[in-house]
Nanobody, 130 residues
């Protein structure tokens, strides 16, 4: 199973930007759908974004549409989450996850369910506060 590691979380002010990185090791994840999830204290882990194996298609939770963008370079085994116009409600630990058996997002939004992913990173803290 591929191993994932997130980085890039920081303490920033509202309106700032961050770029999170998710790097795969052990195996390539060029055939894997990669999802981004976040979890705030006392709340359930929630879907943020997903990107297809090729990087052609991506989808986002309504709360981050227009502000966040996922992209990837499979040659570097890296997926990024660009986060712009950050808000205090974006504060959470952010996780990347991989499903090595699915390449396409589809219409059923399977990729929004944490249970669909077999490999998870350790998480990186994003704090947005003034």
């Amino acid at each position: 199973q591929v191993r994932l590691s997130e980085s890039g979380g920081d303490l920033v002010q509202p309106g700032d930007s961050l770029r999170l990185s998710c790097v795969a090791s052990g195996r390539a994840f060029s055939d894997a759908t990669v999802g981004w999830f976040r979890q705030a204290p006392g709340k359930e882990r929630e879907f943020v974004a997903a990107i297809s194996a090729s990087g052609v298609n991506s989808d986002y939770h309504a709360s981050v549409k227009g502000r966040f963008r996922a992209f990837r370079d499979n040659g570097q085994d890296t997926v990024w989450l660009q986060m712009n116009s950050l808000k205090p409600e974006d504060t959470a630990v952010y996780y990347c996850a991989a499903n090595e058996r699915r390449q396409y997002l589809g219409h059923d939004r399977w990729y929004a369910a944490p249970g669909e992913y077999g490999a998870w990173g350790q998480g990186t803290q994003v704090t947005v506060s003034s």
